[in-house]
């Protein structure tokens, strides 16, 4: 698993890549955290499309991290990129975080600004 | 199929590629399959834990014992009707911490797990845990034309 953290149109993009799970979670909120820490009032965007696959460590961390952003350090909402044809999405959907997170189809639309997240689409 | 697994953090991974390989084998429609990996990574996952203490911020894992096994069994099942289902076992020897313990956000991969299969039983006992799910049923493979 390798997230790679790149500037692009005013937003840190952290593509994420390889199996979220109990051995690499760790290295996805570590990423964030820094990500957070340097965001200097951009948005942070969260490329899942090359993920291939999403444990419940994975869905934890895209929960708090969405929550920390908000809540508890006055950030923009995390954004995440997931394609609807993988795996990602599936368990995204069971736990309902599709309700919570702010998903887009891809990194251009995360970046694009304005709201159109996949669940309201 | 039959794994012995250690208790470590790799197991999950190994478990996935061990079940793909499997069910793959055994013509399983690709849907199915990936629901019932996704099953087994977080039984595995969840064993796995169960032979971790945490610390009570929840932010620091040690080890209770040296790193235990992990047994993972797998058998499909044909009806007369040449409808199949799959059944496994996941099995450890670790020690179930009540979710109310670990903090918030700790449900998810029970919830997983009910949905990527049809039954879901888990028996917690003071030396381990036996996960048994049972996968939906899948209609038989169409006959190939000579």
């Known amino acids: 698993m390798t997230v790679r953290s790149s500037d692009q149109d005013g937003a840190i993009v952290l593509t994420v890549s390889g199996d979220v799970d109990g051995l690499t979670a760790s290295r996805l909120r570590t990423a964030i955290a820094e990500a957070f820490d340097r965001l200097d009032g951009r948005l942070l965007v969260v490329d899942l499309t090359d993920v291939t696959l999403l444990g419940s460590p994975g869905l934890r961390i895209l929960r708090n991290s969405a929550d920390e952003a908000v809540h508890h350090r006055g950030l923009l909402p995390l954004r995440i990129v997931v394609d609807a044809t993988r795996p990602v999405i599936r368990p995204i959907e069971i736990v309902g975080l599709d309700q919570v997170l702010a998903l887009y189809h891809s990194v251009d639309h995360a970046l694009a600004g304005g709201d159109a997240p996949i669940a309201e689409g | ?146």
Request: charge should be positive.
């Open chain 2, 1 to 146: 199929m039959e794994a012995v697994l250690a208790a470590e953090w790799v197991a999950p991974s190994i478990a996935r590629d061990r079940v793909r390989r499997w069910l793959t084998a055994h013509r399983w429609s690709r849907a199915h399959r990936e629901d019932l990996v996704l099953a087994i990574s977080e039984a595995v996952s969840n064993s796995v834990e169960h032979g971790y203490g945490i610390s009570a911020d929840d932010t620091t894992r040690f080890p209770l014992t040296p790193p235990g096994t992990i047994e993972l069994h797998g058998q499909v099942i044909t009806h007369a009707d040449g409808v199949r289902h799959v059944e496994f076992t996941i099995r450890d020897h670790g020690r179930w911490i009540p979710p109310a313990m670990l903090g918030g956000n700790r449900g998810h991969g029970m919830a997983i797990m009910s949905a990527c299969a049809d039954k879901v039983t888990i028996d917690h006992t003071p030396v381990g845990t036996t996960v048994v799910v049972r996968s939906r049923p899948l209609p038989r493979p169409p006959l190939r034309l000579a």
